[in-house]
């Protein structure tokens, strides 16, 4: 069904900065801040998808790294507001829920998969956070899941990680809102990236979504890019500290 999404006037010419936005997601989200005339900056390790997507989209610029290092991140997000002067939006969605037993589990998977998954994150804010103070203004997104409310044991790692997003982003609403900065959460459901498609919407698992999800139909990447371009805007102007819930009804 072709839908027609809102615009946001106050997108235009706003400096946007993504975690992971070479596919999925990530990838709705460039070019969807993108069509709203943003600026647009995007990190990911997928360097051939990384610059297709940017070659396609005026105002987009992809860099090539990896967000579990911490000085690479930095350098890129600081490069970005040295070049515009700015960085308006965060957004923090790179992650990897592939999925584990317990068993499975090393010190050093461990490490790995919470430094995708939220340690990114941290660093992410912490080299925006002086240019977004300086101004007075600006929105983080972080992404969490709705994984660990749900149960699912598959992949405990990541769940635990998703769960730590938002207890980082409610340590840092009132560090970032006295100065008037926003930090929220966005927590999806199954979202039917290619990837999920491709290795794990079996029949079976299509049958049991139909069931736990209220709302016919499933949540698409430009379902979750509508509602992070509205925590962007000035349109959420006083919203901070939340975590919304993307899910079709299920939790």
Do not use: C
């Amino acid at each position: 069904m072709q839908r027609d999404f809102a615009r946001y006037p106050s997108l235009a010419g706003r400096q946007v900065f993504v975690t992971g936005g070479a596919g999925g997601i990530g990838a709705a989200m460039v070019a969807a801040f993108a069509g709203q005339g943003a600026r647009v900056d995007f990190i990911d390790l997928d360097a051939a998808a990384g610059a297709a997507l940017a070659a396609g989209l005026p105002g987009v610029t992809f860099h090539a790294g990896d967000v579990t290092d911490a000085a690479a991140l930095r350098g890129a997000i600081e490069g970005v507001i040295a070049r515009a002067g700015r960085l308006d939006v965060l957004v923090n969605n790179a992650a990897n829920d592939r999925r584990h037993a317990v068993e499975a589990v090393t010190p050093e998977m461990w490490d790995r998969t919470l430094a995708v998954n939220v340690g990114h994150a941290f660093f992410a804010i912490q080299a925006a956070m002086p240019a977004m103070l300086a101004a007075g203004r600006g929105s983080v997104i972080n992404f969490g899941s709705i994984a660990w409310r749900v149960k699912i044991g598959a992949m405990p790692a990541y769940t635990t990680a998703k769960a730590a997003m938002h207890g980082l982003t409610r340590s840092l609403t009132g560090t970032l809102g006295r100065a008037g900065v926003r930090i929220n959460t966005i927590a999806p459901g199954w979202v039917m990236t290619a990837r999920q498609r491709a290795d794990y919407l079996t029949p079976e698992a299509e049958a049991e979504l139909a069931r736990v999800q209220p709302l016919p139909g499933q949540i698409a990447p430009a379902d979750v890019a509508a509602l992070a371009l509205f925590l962007a805007a000035d349109d959420s102007a006083m919203i901070t500290g939340q975590e919304i819930t993307i899910d079709g009804g299920w939790t």
